[in-house]
C-alpha cells in the first residue's frame, strides 16, 4: 500500500512538473515574442527617426514655438515635393544646411499663415533673404540690394521732411575701381564718367600705371520741395543710425537752431558704413545659392562690392 501511495506520488508530482514546464514554455514564449516585438518598434522607431533627420521635416508646433529661431534664408517650395514621404505628413515644410547657412523651405500653401511678409511678393522657388531692420521681412535675393536702397532713400527724405527742409537732394557716383597685381608693381585705375585722357607712365621703380582721368559723373537720385517748418522733430533712424554726418545734421537742426540758424547742409555719406550686405556675407550666401542649384546672371558678392564704391551726398536746404 506504501509502494502504491509512492508510485502515485510520483505519478502525481511529474504530472504537476509537465504543466508547469508547459506553463514555463508558454511564458518563455510569451516573452520571447514580447521581446522580438519591443525590438521590432525599436528598429522601425530608429529607421523613422534615420528618415526624419534625413528629410528634416518641420511641422506647425516646431514652427510656432517661441524659442523656434527662422533661418535667415527661405525658399517657397511646392507643397507636393514631399507629399508621399510618410515622415513629412503634416509638415509646413523643411529645413536644410546649405553652405554654413540654415535654409527654410517653405510649402507655398503654408505662406499666408507664417506670419512674415515676402516682398515684393511670395513667389514659388524664389529665394529670400531677411531683412537686416525688420526680422519678419524678407526679401526676393534678386532684387535685395536695390530694395535695401530704396529703403536708405527713403529714410533720408524722411530725415529731411522731420527736420523742417524745404528741399532735399541726393546725389550719387561710383569712386574708381583699382586692379594690383603683386605689391603694387602694376596699377590700373578706371573711374566711373566719360574718359578725357589716359597717360601711361612707368615709375622710379620700375611699376607700370595706367591713369585714367575723369570727371566723376554725378547722377541725381532723388530731389523734393517741401513748405519747410521751423518745428522739427526727431527722424526714425535704421540705416544711418551710426552715420556721424548724419547724426550731426539732425544735432544741428535740433539743438541750433537757437544759437546759429542752419541755412544748408550738405553731407557726404560713406555706403560702406551703411552697407545692405557686406562682401564677405555675399561671398557665404552665392556659395549656398550654389549648393541650392539657384541659377543666376550676377553674385551678390559683386553687388556688394558695387555698392560699397558708390558714395552718396545729401544735400540739404532749410
Known amino acids: 500500500m506504501a509502494k502504491l501511495n509512492l508510485k502515485d506520488s510520483l505519478g502525481s508530482i511529474m504530472e504537476k512538473a509537465s504543466v508547469k514546464a508547459e506553463e514555463i514554455g508558454e511564458t518563455v514564449s510569451e516573452t520571447a515574442k514580447e521581446g522580438l516585438k519591443i525590438a521590432n518598434q525599436k528598429a522601425q522607431d530608429a529607421r523613422q527617426e534615420i528618415r526624419k533627420r534625413y528629410y528634416n521635416p518641420l511641422f ?130 578706371a573711374k566711373a564718367g566719360k574718359t578725357k585722357a589716359e597717360a601711361k607712365s612707368i615709375d622710379a621703380d620700375g611699376s607700370v600705371a595706367l591713369h585714367t582721368e575723369s570727371d566723376r559723373v554725378r547722377h541725381v537720385v532723388f530731389e523734393h520741395s517741401f513748405e519747410g517748418s521751423d518745428a522739427p522733430v526727431m527722424p526714425t533712424l535704421d540705416w544711418y543710425e551710426n552715420d556721424k554726418e548724419i547724426l550731426s545734421l539732425i544735432d544741428m537742426r535740433l539743438k541750433g537752431r537757437d544759437i546759429n540758424l542752419m541755412k544748408e547742409y550738405a553731407v557726404s555719406i560713406d555706403s560702406k558704413l551703411s552697407q545692405s550686405m557686406d562682401a564677405n556675407l555675399a561671398s557665404r550666401l552665392d556659395a549656398a545659392l550654389k549648393k541650392l542649384k539657384v541659377v543666376s546672371n550676377f553674385t551678390l558678392e559683386g553687388e556688394s562690392l558695387k555698392e560699397a564704391r558708390t558714395k552718396l551726398k545729401f544735400v540739404v536746404q532749410f
Request: with cysteine; proline share 4%; charged share 35%.
Open 60 to 189: 506647425p508646433d516646431q514652427y510656432f514655438d517661441e524659442d523656434f529661431d527662422r533661418p535667415k534664408i527661405v525658399v517657397i517650395e511646392d507643397e507636393d515635393a514631399r507629399k508621399a514621404i510618410d515622415v513629412c505628413e503634416g509638415a509646413i515644410g523643411w529645413l536644410s544646411k546649405e553652405a554654413g547657412f540654415e535654409v527654410l523651405h517653405l510649402y507655398e500653401e503654408f505662406v499666408p499663415r507664417c506670419e512674415l511678409t515676402f516682398y515684393p511678393r511670395s513667389s514659388y522657388a524664389a529665394i529670400y533673404y531677411r531683412n537686416p531692420n525688420q526680422e519678419h521681412r524678407y526679401i526676393n535675393l534678386s532684387c535685395y540690394f536695390e530694395t535695401m536702397q530704396n529703403d536708405k532713400m527713403t529714410e533720408l527724405r524722411n530725415i529731411a521732411f522731420c527736420l523742417g527742409a524745404k528741399r532735399c537732394r541726393l546725389e550719387s557716383y561710383e569712386e574708381e575701381k583699382q586692379m594690383r597685381v603683386g605689391k603694387g608693381k602694376l596699377k590700373i585705375a
